[in-house]
């Protein structure tokens, strides 16, 4: 992994100028996915770390971030490639990396394990979880969610955008 975990992915995107960070308050109902849409349809707006949502001051999550994977410069920079790396080559890399295996590692402390949450402890709506558009049934913690799964027996692979409701 090229940044090592998600501070250093959102660290990068800093330092190349390609993460806009949102200070302003903003409410996780409906505001937030608007800001996003319009940030990241044309795929050349920057990433968005939205940094005082409404209800969320305080307590176990008070951030959202969006957009990253929403151009093909940062693509090619999550690769570790310079930005105007051709779509083509990026495909390639892609495919390279879906053929490989990644092994987990077990780790008895880190980050990983900062919090851990079992049973009735676990509340969702800890998390400033938005409710992405007016028309939605209620709010998503996942939206535009792309997964590559592979079936274990057969070797199918399935490629999806999914979606995951609290």
Request: hydrophobic fraction near 35%; glycine fraction near 10%; include cysteine.
């Amino acid at each position: 992994m090229v940044f090592g975990d998600l501070r250093g992915w959102i660290d990068h995107l800093r330092e190349q100028g390609e993460l806009h960070e949102i200070n302003a308050e903003v409410d996780w109902d409906v505001e937030i996915g608007t800001v996003v849409r319009k940030a990241i349809a044309s795929g050349k707006g920057p990433a968005l770390l939205f940094n005082n949502i409404k209800d969320y001051k305080t307590g176990r999550c008070t951030q959202i971030f969006a957009g990253s994977m929403s151009s093909y410069e940062r693509i090619a920079l999550m690769f570790g490639k310079p930005k105007d790396t051709p779509i083509t080559e990026l495909v390639k890399l892609t495919r390279d990396v879906f053929k490989k295996r990644v092994p987990p590692v077990v780790v008895p402390t880190g980050p990983v394990k900062e919090n851990i949450l079992k049973g009735d402890d676990i509340n969702l709506f800890e998390f400033p979880v938005p409710r992405w558009n007016r028309r939605d049934g209620g709010r998503y913690i996942n939206t535009m969610n792309g997964n590559i799964t592979k079936d274990p027996d057969t070797g199918r692979v399935n490629v999806g955008i999914y979606r995951g409701m609290v």
